[in-house]
């Protein structure tokens, strides 16, 4: 992740989860959790590097990570079945190229890893750990992940690279 740092650039609008997904979805198909995860990190890191949301959904600590439920009710259909890939990129990524690049780098850092294995990554990082505080590994929680608690964590990621 150290490349992200060169991002500082404030965009005034801010674009749609569909659209980060389905830029996700272009470049491969994959399961729902994987998507779901994918998601989170671009958000996360574009939050961490430019001050602003890069969508409003609010991801949820999840037993499986974390979840944003608007994305989840879109495509829980497949199950653990991948979805299939978008034919295009959604034009309010594709005309935003900083937005684009930012997406294609969290898939080059992130993309190698399944579902899975995201789900074991998230589940070791504090943002979703405080929002599980107290709660054992099976319950069900709609904790929201703070984005304060994304930001001290990528950042402190970015002082030990």
């Known amino acids: 992740m150290a490349r992200l740092y060169l991002f500082k650039k404030k965009v005034n609008r801010m674009i749609t ?4 997904a389905k830029t996700f979805l ?3 198909s994959m399961s729902p959790k994987k998507l779901q995860k994918l998601c989170f990190y671009a958000y996360s ?7 602003r949301q890069l969508f409003e959904n609010k991801f949820e600590a999840w037993i499986h ?3 944003d439920p608007e994305l989840y009710h ?4 497949h199950g653990r079945s991948p979805i299939p890939r978008e034919e295009k990129i959604p034009s309010e990524v ?7 690049e930012f997406v294609e780098l969290i898939y080059q850092a992130y993309g190698s890893l399944d579902g899975d294995q995201l789900e074991e990554l998230t589940h070791s990082q504090a ?3 405080n929002a599980r505080k107290g709660l054992l590994s099976y319950e069900p929680s709609k904790n929201s992940i703070l984005d304060e608690d994304i930001i001290n964590y990528h950042k402190q990621e ?3 690279v």
């Open 17 to 20: 989860i569909d659209s980060v």
């Open 26 to 28: 272009n470049m491969e």
């Open 45 to 51: 890191w574009y939050l961490t590097h430019t001050g």
């Open 65 to 67: 990570g974390p979840v």
């Open 74 to 77: 879109q495509f829980k259909e």
């Open 94 to 100: 594709s005309n935003d190229p900083f937005v684009y």
């Open 127 to 129: 943002p979703w750990l």
């Open 158 to 160: 970015l002082v030990n």
